[in-house]
């Protein structure tokens, strides 16, 4: 291969790397908590499978997961991606988000809890039709940063996500921030197995992460653990 191929062939992966990066950055993503009491929690379920079935269809729509808490069945997250803020305020004006939220709300022990976000550190651009493999467990993380340290806590949580793609058994790793509190921030992490789970949280780098962490944080590190309810 000559200097001239390689560099043009360099070039391009460059390019495109930045714009892959951009479009990442306009989109809008969305993480809410739903905890249905425990009476109600299948109905609950069958809901926020319907819902995930037609927000698919919805124009904008780049992912939309429903998952369930591991070892908390009442417990649901909703994991949202939209092409821009447009497409995501459409959705929720759609009249079967609506319908949902109203019929939902009855089933509640707790009020339906949605944070917008934006990317802070994500990986390749979205998939919304890629299946995600049996026994795939998601990490969903809620990272609070005193406000005086934020520029620290934001700079410690985007080098554990770069570090953390290249973990094994890692097949995402999204570091977002609430578009309302900007010292608060979600991880997003899909493993392919309890195995790689645990392999992650014993790993140098995360273990680093945790200790520079624990000076600067507004709350415990609150991870939960999910497998997609479909």
């Given at each position: 291969?000559t200097?001239?191929?390689r560099?043009v062939?360099g070039f391009?992966?460059?390019?495109?790397?930045?714009?892959?990066?951009a479009?990442?950055?306009?989109?809008?993503?969305?993480?809410?908590?739903?905890?249905a009491m425990?009476s109600?929690?299948?109905k609950?379920?069958?809901?926020?499978r319907?819902?995930?079935k037609?927000?698919?269809?919805?124009a904008?729509?780049?992912?939309f997961?429903?998952?369930?808490?591991?070892?908390?069945?009442?417990?649901?997250a909703?994991?949202?991606?939209?092409?821009?803020e447009k497409d995501?305020?459409?959705?929720?004006?759609?009249g079967?988000?609506?319908?949902?939220?109203?019929q939902?709300?009855?089933?509640?022990?707790a009020?339906?809890d949605?944070?917008p976000?934006?990317?802070l550190?994500v990986g390749a651009?979205p998939?919304?039709?890629?299946?995600?493999?049996k026994?795939?467990i998601?990490?969903?993380?809620h990272?609070?940063?005193v406000?005086?340290l934020k520029?620290?806590?934001?700079?410690a949580?985007?080098?554990l996500?770069e570090a953390?793609?290249?973990?094994?058994?890692n097949?995402?790793?999204?570091?977002?921030?609430?578009?309302?509190r900007?010292?608060h921030?979600?991880l997003?992490?899909?493993?392919?197995?309890?195995?790689a789970v645990?392999?992650?949280?014993n790993a140098e780098?995360?273990?680093?992460f945790r200790g520079?962490?624990?000076?600067m944080?507004g709350?415990?590190?609150d991870?939960r653990?999910?497998r997609?309810?479909e």
């Amino acid at each position: 291969m000559t200097l001239t191929v390689r560099f043009v062939l360099g070039f391009l992966c460059l390019t495109f790397g930045l714009v892959a990066a951009a479009q990442a950055a306009e989109y809008a993503y969305v993480v809410s908590y739903i905890e249905a009491m425990p009476s109600a929690r299948d109905k609950a379920a069958g809901m926020i499978r319907q819902l995930a079935k037609a927000s698919r269809k919805d124009a904008g729509s780049v992912r939309f997961e429903a998952l369930q808490r591991i070892g908390h069945p009442g417990q649901f997250a909703i994991l949202e991606v939209w092409d821009g803020e447009k497409d995501r305020e459409a959705h929720a004006a759609a009249g079967h988000t609506k319908d949902f939220r109203e019929q939902l709300n009855p089933l509640l022990r707790a009020p339906y809890d949605e944070r917008p976000h934006t990317g802070l550190s994500v990986g390749a651009a979205p998939e919304g039709k890629a299946a995600v493999a049996k026994g795939a467990i998601y990490a969903v993380t809620h990272v609070d940063i005193v406000p005086k340290l934020k520029d620290e806590g934001v700079a410690a949580v985007k080098q554990l996500s770069e570090a953390s793609r290249g973990d094994k058994g890692n097949l995402r790793f999204d570091a977002l921030t609430q578009t309302s509190r900007p010292n608060h921030m979600t991880l997003v992490e899909l493993w392919t197995d309890q195995k790689a789970v645990d392999a992650h949280g014993n790993a140098e780098h995360t273990r680093r992460f945790r200790g520079t962490l624990m000076p600067m944080s507004g709350s415990l590190f609150d991870q939960r653990l999910y497998r997609a309810l479909e």
